[in-house]
């Protein structure tokens, strides 16, 4: 089950829209500091997939990056965005895979049997999604959002099991859990969850 996700080159298109729909609302709002006209200013990343998220190796992918064109305020809004989980090098979608095999499995080498990633890795965002994303406003927020709330325990798997039984499709939970973590991935667009709109 888990061990077969595969994400391709179609669903990492499917994000890239996303992403693209994403800037244009945040765009359409101007410089969330003075107000002024949003230009973008993309950078390339060169994120790492593993074994599972194929299609975001097919070149480097750009950052979407807006910069504002007001004299005197030039500062930056990068928009949430549903490939990226802010500077990590691998995209959302292969953190998420890794530690939800880790946590079914309750072992890192496993998710790395699985996913092509170093169990260390691996460990790290677990902790990161149990202590530093588990800890953040948005999730406090967010969570609430939810009935039952999903524990912190339960992290990231719970949330996928949430929104792919709802879905009745795993990669469409997939898209959808990384909707609703996509606010948390910026710190310069304040309340960015009204930007996020996932299918």
């Not at 391709?8 to 298109?13: M, R």
């Given at each position: 089950m888990l061990h077969e996700v595969v994400v391709?080159?179609?669903?990492?298109?499917?994000?890239?829209?996303?992403?693209?729909?994403?800037?244009?609302?945040?765009?359409?709002?101007?410089?969330?500091h003075c107000g002024g006209r949003l230009h973008r200013g993309d950078y390339i990343r060169k994120p790492r997939g593993g074994l599972v998220a194929l299609g975001a190796e097919e070149g480097a992918a750009r950052r979407i990056s807006l910069c504002c064109d007001r004299e005197g305020c030039r500062r930056r809004a990068l928009p949430p965005s549903v490939r990226f989980l802010g500077r990590k090098v691998y995209v959302g979608a292969a953190i998420v895979i890794a530690c939800v095999i880790a946590q079914v499995s309750a072992t890192a080498a496993t998710a790395r049997r699985a996913s092509g990633i170093a169990p260390r890795t691996v460990r790290r965002w677990s902790r990161w999604w149990r202590k530093g994303y588990a800890q953040s406003p948005h999730f406090a927020e967010a969570r609430a959002r939810l009935m039952p709330p999903v524990e912190v325990s339960e992290l990231p798997g719970g949330l996928w099991a949430?929104?792919?039984?709802?879905?009745?499709?795993?990669?469409?939970?997939?898209?959808?859990?990384?909707?609703?973590?996509?606010?948390?991935?910026?710190?310069?667009?304040?309340?960015?969850?009204?930007?996020?709109?996932?299918?």
């Open positions: 391709g080159g179609k669903f990492w298109k499917q994000l890239i829209e996303i992403d693209e729909q994403i800037a244009s609302r945040v765009a359409a709002r101007g410089c969330p949430r929104f792919a039984t709802h879905a009745g499709d795993a990669l469409v939970g997939l898209a959808r859990l990384l909707g609703f973590v996509a606010p948390s991935t910026t710190a310069s667009v304040p309340d960015g969850s009204r930007f996020v709109r996932v299918p």
